[in-house]
């Protein structure tokens, strides 16, 4: 199967700075990268989809001032989190896409905002 | 909007028995159903998926999933796990190429 890579696997920062996450497809070109969320013992909740060269597609209730997303090559993608606080505490998992619903996820990314 | 349930938050067994966990579908639209799984420490992997077709469904680790379009559902078993099998597993549901997970399920095998 393809390789994403996330870095870093674990981030803690301050509360009111920013946190930069990347995403890589190590294998493949990704036309289309993904973001979600995780809450402990929750679900992994779809945050925005990003397409090479374009503007994310961010999901109701996301703020997209809050959480930059950055598509800018076909192997790339950074998620960052502005201003953290620590209700943005979370585990961060970004997936890579091929056609056909394919989709290949990262290691993901605990960020702690204390 | 699309979504998947699942009704067991917490599955305990003993190896060798058999595995079923649920998973429904909300009704309309497209279905693209999925079942992932996240062993402890890695990132989700794609167990098996169905789109169309034969709805008995086979994928990799020996897990198998029906779809019962009468019941809305897409249940994952496996005849006999193992204590590998040991992980979160994940319905999801595919619309407009985004997935919609459900609220996934662990699974802990004791040996």
């Known amino acids: 199967g393809a390789v994403v890579s996330q870095h870093p696997s674990r981030v803690i920062c301050k509360s009111g700075t920013s946190v930069k996450i990347e995403c890589r497809s190590l294998?493949?070109?990704?036309?289309?990268m993904f973001w979600y969320r995780q809450f402990p013992k929750q679900s992994l909740m779809l945050m925005a989809t990003s397409n090479e060269g374009s503007k994310a597609t961010y999901e109701q209730g996301v703020e997209k001032d809050k959480f930059l997303i950055n598509h800018a090559s076909l192997t790339l993608s950074t998620l960052t989190v502005t201003s953290a606080h620590p209700e943005d505490s979370s585990f961060y998992i970004c997936?890579?896409?091929?056609?056909?619903?394919?989709?290949?996820f990262g290691p993901g990314t605990r960020l702690t905002v204390t | 909007a699309q979504s998947v349930s699942q009704h067991n938050h917490h599955v305990i067994l003993s190896e060798a028995a058999s595995l079923e966990l649920g998973c429904n579908y909300s009704y309309g639209g497209t279905v693209n159903l999925f079942w992932y799984v996240q062993y402890p420490g890695q990132h989700l992997q794609l167990l098996l998926k169905y789109f169309s077709g034969d709805p008995l469904v086979k994928g990799i680790k020996g897990f198998e999933a029906e779809f019962i379009k009468s019941k809305f559902s897409f249940n994952l078993r496996k005849p006999s796990v193992q204590w590998s099998d040991t992980a979160e597993y994940f319905c999801a549901r595919g619309d407009d190429y985004k997935l919609s997970f459900g609220a996934g399920t662990t699974v802990t095998v004791r040996a």
């Open positions: 997936s890579a896409g091929k056609p056909g619903y394919e989709q290949y």
């Open positions: 294998d493949f070109q990704a036309t289309t």
